[in-house]
């Protein structure tokens, strides 16, 4: 069966630290999507890519890079991690066609310390 | 911008009862879809429904389904014969020209 999948599930580092959370899916969705998940905030969204080499700013994109090289992976970089970034992170995916229903991840717990 | 609101932080409910969870949105488009989301204690995100803004019938899956009421920009979410398993985060969500908006979220709880 087709899935999407996130690692590490959870993750502890250091504040100034590069982190690298990575994202894979079988789906052969063209679209992806990374998201933080924080209490009273809902899910909001970082980045997100239409395809390979592209990538787009969500709203909460500072301090965040993410790279599309294939349809399968977006990695999303955390180039100096901060206690602000502490958070739970999810990736997504969906198809262009048709009604682009967004399939999750389980998601990786991210604490800076 | 879009926006979505869930007014209600919590809500509980009887076993076996009915529940309806709210959202409005905000948009200018006329073409879009609307979403719910569920989230468990196992945080995975895990779609509920799904509605296309061009069709006038309200979508159903089992013992959920929505009412859209697209002038009055409201979607909500109606669980019927509530069951321990529905206990979850509610997220609604909006897809329009930009990737998908989600609401803050309602609690549900379902009391035996």
């Known amino acids: 069966d087709a899935e999407i999948t996130q690692s590490p599930r959870h993750k502890i580092t250091e504040t100034g630290r590069q982190v690298t959370l990575a994202c894979h899916q079988t789906?052969?969705?063209?679209?992806m999507f990374w998201y933080r998940q924080d209490l009273g905030h809902g899910l909001r969204l970082i980045h997100y890519?239409?395809?390979?080499?592209?990538?787009n700013k969500g709203e909460v994109s500072d301090g965040y890079s993410v790279s599309r090289s294939n349809t399968e992976d977006l990695p999303l970089t955390l180039e100096s991690a901060a206690s602000s970034q502490t958070s739970v992170y999810f990736c997504?995916?969906?198809?262009?066609?048709?009604?682009?229903?967004?399939?999750f991840g389980p998601g990786t717990r991210l604490t800076v310390l | 911008a879009q926006t979505v609101t869930q007014s209600q932080p919590e809500m509980s409910v009887q076993e076996a009862e009915t529940v309806t969870l709210s959202c409005t949105y905000d948009t200018s488009e006329s073409d879009y879809y609307l979403f719910w989301y569920k989230q468990p204690p196992s945080r995975q995100m895990i779609l509920v429904i799904r509605?296309?803004?061009?069709?006038?019938q309200n979508a159903t899956e089992n013992r959920f389904s929505v009412n859209f009421q697209k002038a009055a920009k409201s979607f909500s979410l109606k669980i019927s014969d509530s069951q321990l398993g529905d206990a979850a985060m509610y997220f609604c969500a909006y897809k329009g020209n930009t990737p998908l908006v989600f609401g803050k979220g309602t609690r549900l709880s379902v009391i035996a």
């Open positions: 509605q296309e803004a061009y069709k006038q």
């Open positions: 890519s239409y395809g390979v080499q592209d990538t």
């Open positions: 997504a995916s969906s198809d262009y066609q048709g009604t682009d229903t967004q399939y």
């Open positions: 789906w052969n969705h063209n679209n």
